[in-house]
């Protein structure tokens, strides 16, 4: 178990942007896998983005894809999560996911340890 720290939720209208950002413990932070996950109210929890140990290959849920940009900073022990054109069905906790091996993937299965989430509200 890795201990995960999300930040950069809030309120913002539709068409806006947020960055989030997910910090772990610097040990062994660029072995493995990161990703994003969302849930909406009354839904299951969906897979958004997920971004390999070295950055060098990302994977995007289609009703983001275009519109958002993981990424990472190993030296910060860091992973972001760049929202553009924000919709109001983008409302929903985001959470935070380490992988337990360098392998980025889609499914929640390939991931063992999970923030405490954190609030994405866009208004109509």
């Known amino acids: 178990q890795v201990q995960l720290v999300e930040s950069g939720g809030g309120l913002v209208q539709a068409g806006g942007s947020l960055r989030l950002s997910c910090e772990a413990p610097?040990?062994?932070?660029?072995?493995?896998?990161m990703g994003w996950f969302r849930q909406a109210p009354g839904k299951e929890r969906e897979f958004v983005a997920s971004?390999?140990?070295?950055?060098?290959?990302?994977y995007y849920a289609d009703s983001v894809k275009g519109r958002f940009t993981i990424s990472r900073d190993n030296a910060k022990n860091t992973v972001y999560l760049q929202m553009n054109s924000l919709k109001p069905e983008d409302t929903a906790v985001y959470y935070c996911a380490a992988a337990r091996t360098a392998v980025a993937g889609t499914s929640p299965a390939l991931f063992g340890s999970w923030g405490q989430g954190t609030q994405v509200t866009v208004s109509s």
């Open positions: 610097k040990r062994s932070f660029s072995s493995y896998a």
């Open positions: 971004i390999n140990w070295s950055g060098g290959s990302t």
